[in-house]
């Protein structure tokens, strides 16, 4: 049986989904955990986790000059409308050119390469990242990170979900709990597609009720069904009123609402779920979002009747 993939999105940074996640995580028992914020990944960082695996990630192809087929006509630096050729290994220094090549302005193009007349220009897979593999207490995670400048998070994405994948069937576990990105960019479009649920943690404020309308439509132009959650509601509980009603009549299932603690912040610290340090009130809240969830994905995962 496939298993079944909840992805947890934000329309903005700062709304709580990472620690959400990790408390959800504590509350499924054994899944398996993805974090797709893959240009910022922290889930690891809550849950204690084991590395066991390290791959590494070429997002594009960039380019490379062999010094010893190149005859320095220069038509590799006219043609490259990135800059990213630079004469004299790059310093500047000689009246002589000697191309290299600028592997952070080099987007991989080509055009280099096709004009080079003694083709003396080679395209090669740039590392951008890794793909990484730990064990924690609630199962296992594959999460990433993007190096400095790197290339294709949404590509990153997609793999760190395909792997995901691949150990839920292997390990028989019905469930993938997917952390992903805040906003509406390609991140956040990768970690959608295919997903079977979406849980939208937004906060009780006129830049959070913005975003909830952003990402709500994006996650619509998917068909995925979508709840939201009201992180913080007691801040402004005349806003977390009007996000419920707007919820409700874009058709979105609410799933409740989560008190402010800062219980949150002193888990992160202890590098902990919240649920680890907190068992009433705050946790109560938690534990009866994911009630909500957890009988939608319970739904799901039955087989149909013949």
Wanted: hydrophobic letters at 40%; charged letters at 25%; one cysteine or more.
């Amino acid at each position: 049986m496939k298993p079944t993939e909840l992805v947890v999105i934000s329309g903005k940074g700062g709304t709580g989904k990472t620690s959400l996640v990790a408390a959800f995580a504590t509350l499924a028992a054994e899944c398996v955990l993805a974090d797709c914020d893959v240009d910022a990944s922290n889930l690891h960082l809550i849950h204690h986790s084991e590395l066991v695996l390290r791959e590494p990630f070429s997002g594009r192809v960039r380019a490379s000059i062999d010094p010893d087929r190149c005859t320095d006509c220069g038509i590799c630096e006219a043609m490259c409308r990135f800059d990213a050729i630079l004469p004299t290994g790059g310093n500047g220094s000689s009246m002589a050119f000697h191309p290299t090549v600028n592997p952070h302005l080099c987007e991989g193009c080509g055009v280099c390469a096709w004009f080079c007349p003694e083709k003396a220009i080679d395209l090669y897979d740039g590392e951008d990242g890794h793909v990484l593999l730990s064990k924690t207490r609630c199962g296992p995670m594959v999460h990433a990170r993007l190096g400095v400048a790197g290339e294709n998070s949404g590509k990153l994405v997609g793999l760190v979900r395909e792997q995901a994948r691949e150990l839920a069937t292997m390990r028989e576990l019905d469930t993938i709990l997917i952390d992903g990105s805040p906003g509406i960019g390609c991140p956040v479009i990768a970690s959608l597609t295919g997903a079977d649920m979406a849980l939208i943690v937004t906060e009780p404020s006129v830049s959070g009720m913005h975003d909830l309308k952003r990402i709500a439509e994006l996650a619509d132009g998917f068909g995925i069904p979508t709840l939201v959650a009201v992180n913080r509601w007691d801040v402004n509980p005349q806003l977390a009123d009007e996000i419920e009603t707007l919820a409700k009549e874009q058709g979105l299932e609410f799933a409740g609402r989560i008190r402010y603690d800062n219980a949150f912040s002193r888990a992160q610290l202890e590098g902990k779920s919240v649920l680890d340090i907190e068992s009433n009130g705050l946790a109560d809240d938690i534990r009866q979002v994911w009630s909500v969830i957890h009988a939608r994905l319970d739904g799901m995962n039955q087989p149909e009747a013949l």
